[in-house]
């Protein structure tokens, strides 16, 4: 049995095998809060949930665009808890490098199926399963591609700004019973985002002024505060978490 005690809430949180996803999810089971974990692959859900705590986390492996999969995903949850307080939409992909001018258009289709209208559909369930009548929390993991021009990255930024535009939709209309907050990371030290500093760690760091790229856990401390009651009057917000990185624009 965990020495931490139980603080009553529980989240369903997307992407989360590994990297971002993993790091709010253990931020979130550190402070007491159980948690669904969600993702593609089954092995390496298996060993997250492992490493969180069998007595504090499920997962449910499944597409995040696919509908019968984000339904399950609050289901099981419902079931295993009896509850489902915070959503944290973590899943996203990027496929593509390169200009949007020769963008192939189904896979900007599949960047957003899978970015933007996935995170609407884990919403809406979440909304009708519990917090419409109870309250609670959502959090959008969106990017700092989405506030600003991306180059080699266009279709992930077009849709961080979508997921932004759609944070503040969900937060006008789920107001007064629940809270939709975005945060906006820069580059962070995963897997997903290796090619953007992979071979060049030291250098990629330099730009920015506290020194260093993000880490998970940098993430799962504000979305830990994003749905915490200290956070009680913050609604529509987008929580820049970049080491600084902005404060370099115009600078030359």
């Not at 490493?51 to 289901?75: F, S």
């Not at 309250?135 to 989405?146: E, L, Q, Y």
């Not at 260093?212 to 856990?217: C, D, E, F, N």
């Amino acid at each position: 049995m965990t020495s931490v005690e139980l603080s009553g809430k529980v989240a369903l949180v997307t992407g989360a095998s590994r990297g971002i996803g993993y790091g709010v999810a253990e931020a979130l089971v550190a402070r007491g809060d159980r948690v669904c974990i969600t993702g593609r692959n089954e092995d390496a859900l298996k060993e997250a949930v492992e490493q969180l705590g069998a007595d504090r986390a499920i997962y449910v492996a499944g597409k995040a665009h696919d509908e019968d999969h984000q339904a399950l995903a609050v289901e099981r949850t419902m079931e295993a808890f009896g509850r489902l307080d915070h959503l944290v939409n973590n899943a996203g992909t990027n496929p593509v490098f390169g200009p949007i001018a020769d963008l192939d258009l189904n896979v900007a289709r599949k960047v957003f199926e899978t970015n933007v209208v996935s995170a609407l559909g884990f919403a809406q369930k979440t909304w009708h399963a519990w917090q419409k009548d109870n309250g609670g929390a959502i959090v959008n993991i969106a990017s700092v591609a989405g506030l600003s021009p991306s180059p080699f990255i266009g279709a992930y930024g077009i849709s961080k700004a979508a997921m932004i535009n759609l944070t503040v939709q969900l937060a006008r209309e789920y107001a007064p019973k629940v809270r939709v907050n975005a945060i906006a990371p820069a580059v962070v030290k995963t897997k997903f985002a290796q090619a953007l500093y992979e071979g060049r760690e030291e250098e990629a760091a330099a730009a920015y002024p506290l020194g260093r790229l993000g880490v998970p856990s940098d993430i799962g401390g504000a979305a830990a505060f994003l749905t915490s009651a200290q956070s009680d009057w913050v609604t529509g917000q987008t929580l820049v978490v970049d080491g600084g990185i902005f404060l370099n624009a115009g600078t030359g």
